[in-house]
T-cell receptor, first 115, second 114 residues
Framework: EAGVAQSPRYKIIEKRQSVAFWCNPI?????LYWYQQILGQGPKLLIQ????????DSQLPKDRFSAERLKGVDSTLKIQPAKLEDSAVYLC?????????????FGPGTRLTVL | GNSVTQMEGPVTLSEEAFLTINCTYT??????LFWYVQYPGEGLQLLLK?????DKGSNKGFEATYRKETTSFHLEKGSVQVSDSAVYFC?????????????FGKGTLLTVNP
């Protein structure tokens, strides 16, 4: 079974530029999560999708971050414009969905550096 | 709000030593508790979990017991190997609604020397 795929693996941009990350969850998984992991900290949830609907985006900085999950499969997370403090690893995870006991499976992450 | 506090790292041990990584939590209700591991260059992987008080999660020689009275979920292994070198994260998931987000601790870096 293929795992959660993310691209790119690394990205370096200047502040005020835009950037987008892509995630392909495990086939058949209804729930998709984006987490932000700042160096030295644990991951923090940015947004949770159930199919193509948003369940929780309370910690997503909506003035600069946006995310979508068209057709309930792949997802894109965008930052526009980026700030220095957005430097982090962005993790995508998926779970079968519908049950709180589901295991979340994580992708390898995208490491973003904002200069 | 919900939070997780982990033992500060890094932790350096010799092969075959006993490992304990402390984890305590603050949460309303009855959360599920998890340990995730992140090997160098890889994504987070679930190591073990416990969904109710007094449950013991175990995997690959690692164990952790959900202690409601002390709000703890300490990770232990009797004899570590070099291959156990990784960052370990304690996490909780609040029980309720359809929000399944994980709240993580800061992580503990473990290095095992031969």
């Amino acid at each position: 079974e293929a795992g959660v795929a993310q691209s790119p693996r690394y990205k370096i941009i200047e502040k005020r530029q835009s950037v987008a990350f892509w995630c392909n969850p495990i086939s058949g998984h209804a729930t998709l999560y984006w987490y932000q992991q700042i160096l030295g900290q644990g991951p923090k949830l940015l947004i949770q999708f159930q199919n193509n609907g948003v369940v929780d985006d309370s910690q997503l900085p909506k003035d600069r971050f946006s995310a979508e999950r068209l057709k309930g499969v792949d997802s894109t997370l965008k930052i526009q414009p980026a700030k220095l403090e957005d430097s982090a690893v962005y993790l995508c995870a998926s779970s079968p969905g519908g049950w709180e006991t589901d295991t979340q499976y994580f992708g390898p992450g995208t490491r973003l550096t904002v200069l | 709000g919900n939070s997780v506090t982990q033992m500060e790292g890094p932790v350096t041990l010799s092969e075959e030593a006993f490992l304990t990584i402390n984890c305590t939590y603050t949460a309303t209700g009855y959360p599920s508790l998890f340990w995730y591991v992140q090997y160098p260059g890889e994504g987070l992987q679930l190591l073990l979990k416990a969904t109710k008080a007094d449950d013991k999660g175990s995997n690959k020689g690692f164990e952790a017991t959900y202690r409601k009275e002390t709000t703890s979920f300490h990770l232990e292994k009797g004899s570590v190997q070099v291959s156990d070198s990784a960052v370990y994260f304690c996490a909780l998931r609040y029980s309720g609604g359809s929000n399944y987000k994980l709240t993580f601790g800061k992580g503990t870096l473990l290095t095992v020397n031969p």
